[in-house]
């Protein structure tokens, strides 16, 4: 079976600038999360989706949005990019929920905000 | 909601000692406590879990111990070897209707095992 596969891997913006990262769960998992990750504040929880629809949302603020396909495939995006956004962004799937049992992450995507 | 407090951030033991790593947390509803561990560039993979319904677990030299009324729990590795060298993340899941909870992680400790 194939692992949790985050795309892009890297990627470099400027201020202003808007990101879409791509998720794409374990097949069979109906759930993905997404989380930040930086050095002083460990994972931070973005939101979850589950068969298509946000269940839980952190707090992070409405510039840091979501979705998820039909396919269970999940996007988050970031509009107007501000320095504090560089971080690896990590998503990790499941079949039922993160309360439920393992969570299986991505390799996780780098952003950097010039 | 749910915060999950996790000290120490940093910890440094010898090999064949001790670790121990704690966690408080604030929802009393959680239930369900897992440990994930993340080695240097890669991803958090899960290591032990523990449901409310018991109060300790051991899987091997890993064992977590859960006190549902301090609302704390704890990691605890024997026999340290270098390879357990990493950062560990506990998190504490506050669950409503069912499947539905989200995973909330402390802030983690750096493990490091000095041969």
């Known amino acids: 079976k194939a692992g949790v596969t985050q795309t892009p891997r890297y990627l470099i913006k400027t201020r202003g600038q808007q990101v879409t990262l791509s998720c794409s769960p374990i097949s069979g998992h109906r759930s993905v999360s997404w989380y930040q990750q930086t050095p002083g504040q460990g994972l931070q929880f973005l939101f979850e989706y589950f068969s298509e629809t946000q269940r839980n949302k952190g707090n992070f603020p409405g510039r840091f949005s979501g979705r998820q396909f039909s396919n269970s495939r999940s996007e988050m995006n970031v509009s107007t990019l501000e320095l504090g956004d560089s971080a690896l962004y990590l998503c990790?799937?499941?079949?039922?929920?993160?309360?439920?049992?393992?969570?299986?992450f991505g390799e996780g995507s780098r952003l950097t905000v010039l | 909601g749910e915060n999950v407090e996790q000290h120490p951030s940093t910890l440094s033991v010898q090999e064949g000692d001790s670790a121990v790593i704690k966690c408080t947390y604030s929802d009393s509803a959680s239930n369900y406590f897992p440990w994930y561990k993340q080695e240097l560039g890669k991803r958090p993979q899960l290591i032990i879990d523990i449901r409310s319904n018991v109060g300790e677990k051991k899987d091997q030299r890993i064992a977590v111990t859960l006190n549902k009324t301090a609302k704390h729990f704890s990691l605890h590795i024997t026999e340290t070897q270098p390879e357990d060298s990493a950062v560990y993340f506990c998190a504490a899941s506050n669950i409503s209707g069912g499947s539905q909870g989200n995973l909330i992680f402390g802030k983690g400790t750096k493990l490091s095992v000095k041969p």
């Open positions: 990790a799937s499941s079949p039922e929920g993160p309360s439920t049992g393992e969570l299986f």
